[in-house]
Structures are given as C-alpha cells and as structure tokens.
Antibody, heavy 122, light 110 residues
C-alpha cells in the first residue's frame, strides 16, 4: 500500500528557508500519470496547494508562491522535497505531501502523508 | 485564477441527508474532487471527477453537478461522517496550471 511520510524541522526562524522531504514507500515515485504535490493548511484554516513535481523534474507552482518555492525529486531515494524561502509567520502551517493523479485533465490527490507542522517563529 | 465557494457549515441529524455545495464560474468546464478531513487527520479523497467514488468509500457518499454548482451528498449520515469537507478543482489546460480548494464546510452531526 502506498505511503507517504513527510519529514523536516518543525521550527523555522523568520526570513529563513523551510525545507521538507517526503519519502514514498509501497510504490515508485517514477510512476507515470502521477505527480507529487505539496499542500499546506494554516492552523484552523483551509487547504492551499503549493505545487507539484513529476519524476522527470517538471514542476508546477502556485503563482503567488512561485518566487519563493523550489521543488526537487530524488528517484533513487523515492523522495521529493520542497523549499520555501524568506518565510514569515504566515507560512506557519501543517504541510502535507501527496500523490497527485494527473491523468488527462484530472488533477487530484489520492494519497496523502500525515502532515508536518512547521512553525515560523524566532 | 478562480474561486470555489462552499458554505462554512452544514448540520444534520443522524440518518438524514447532508448536501454540501461547491460553486464556481469555471466548474462547467472543470472536474471537481471532494475530500473529507477529520480532526487532526490528513484529508481523504471521497469523490473524484464530479461523481466517481474511490474504492473503500461508502456508497452513501455521492456527487452531482449542475451548471456552476457541484454537490456532495451524504445519504444516511452517520456520526463518523462529522468532518470538514473540501472541494477542489484544477485547470491543467493553461500555461500555468492552478489547483484550487474551496474554503471548506464543517459538517456537524447533531
């Protein structure tokens, strides 16, 4: 069964860079028809898509975050990662990694990691 | 970009039918997906491509669409269905694809 496990620091200082990694088990990250995405959820608020990456390295980012986000993939480790620069308190959220089905015009998340709470604070 | 609008809350008694709507001008040309998120847990996909139900999701969950509004219907609501529900859509046909979530609806089972 496919599982995703996010990992990374739970506390980041303002203006620094948030870095998270998601390890995929039970399936290959190089599977066709799937991208690998990041979604965040500020405490008590809704879901926000950050972006997604294909195993070839093709990326799509939310336009409002594009200047601060970089995603990468390591197929040898079955992992993908996200970096968010110049963070502020507004970036405090639970960060989810997820498998994103991208068959045709259908883009949706069919498997999610458990979420990693990242707090931005000095 | 575009927006998806959901009611903040819906309340029903056990056994009744809950209907949660998701509205947006772009929906006639885009698929909608629904997620259930219970407190402290990751979201779970319950409906994809407007009306399809993933394996393992109870039959009481169904989706329908009419114009600019898509509806998640939960028939015979059970206490375990109390959760936040989010709709999501995506426009992958444009130069910079965008994935959008609705604001979420809290379903309370009275």
């Amino acid at each position: 069964q496919l599982q995703l496990q996010g990992s990374g620091p739970g506390l980041v200082k303002p203006s620094e860079t948030l870095s998270l990694t998601c390890t995929v088990s039970g399936g290959a990250i190089s599977s066709s028809n799937y991208h690998w995405g990041w979604i965040r959820q500020p405490p008590g608020k809704g879901l926000e898509w950050i972006g997604n990456i294909y195993h070839t390295g093709i990326t799509y980012y939310k336009s409002s975050l594009k200047s601060r986000v970089t995603m990468s993939v390591d197929t040898s480790k079955n992992q993908f990662s996200v970096k968010l620069t110049s963070v502020t308190a507004a970036d405090t959220a639970v960060y989810y990694c997820a498998r994103q089905s991208t068959i045709g015009s259908s883009w949706y998340f069919d498997h999610w990691g458990q979420g990693t709470l990242v707090t931005v604070s000095a | 970009s575009y927006e998806l609008t959901q009611p903040p809350s819906v309340s029903v008694s056990p056994g009744q039918t809950a209907r949660i709507t998701c509205s947006g001008d772009a929906l006639p040309k885009l698929f909608v997906y629904w997620y259930q998120q219970k407190a402290g847990q990751a979201p779970v996909l319950v409906i994809y491509k407007d009306t399809e139900r993933p394996s393992g999701i109870p039959e009481r969950f169904s989706g329908s669409t009419s114009g600019t509004t898509v509806t998640l219907t939960i028939s015979g609501v059970q206490a375990e269905d109390e959760a936040d529900y989010y709709c999501q859509s995506a426009d992958s046909s444009i130069t910079y694809p965008d994935v959008v979530f609705g604001g979420g609806t809290k379903l309370t089972v009275l």
